[in-house]
């Protein structure tokens, strides 16, 4: 399994970026991408996360309402992220779960349920 995250790079507070997730090398159906961020000497921490098979989408509080999770419905995942703050900077990683979860759990979502990461994209928001 190959997860490859793009479109990570440095912009103005306010402004918007568009990460992609591709995943291959697998040939179940039915799972869930999720998008998490890691910052410096921190847990990663989860954002959003959608099932393939039927496009429910989640959102942790934080990042409802500007970031938009989306997919082709096959091998490609997107984090349309607009309104970004400085504190959004971090490296974004996404995984899937061939459980197909996606839920919050206690305002967050669990890194756990999730076996495969990407190598992850770096997002700076300056102020």
């Known amino acids: 399994v190959q997860l490859v995250e793009s479109g990570g790079g440095l912009v103005q507070a306010g402004g918007s970026l568009r990460l992609s997730c591709a995943a291959s090398?697998?040939?179940?159906?039915?799972?869930?991408i999720g998008w998490f961020r890691q910052d410096p000497g921190k847990e990663h921490e989860g954002l959003s996360c959608i099932t393939t098979h039927d496009g429910n989408a989640e959102y942790v509080d934080s990042v409802k309402g500007r970031f938009t999770i989306s997919t082709d419905g096959y091998t490609m995942v997107y984090l349309q992220m607009n309104k970004l703050k400085p504190e959004d900077t971090g490296v974004y990683y996404c995984?899937?779960?061939?459980?197909?979860?996606?839920?919050?759990?206690?305002?967050?979502?669990?890194?756990?349920?999730?076996?495969?990461w990407g190598q992850g994209t770096q997002v700076t928001v300056q102020s």
């Open positions: 995984g899937i779960d061939i459980g197909g979860h996606c839920e919050v759990v206690g305002g967050t979502i669990p890194r756990n349920w999730y076996e495969f």
């Open positions: 090398g697998f040939g179940f159906r039915d799972y869930s």
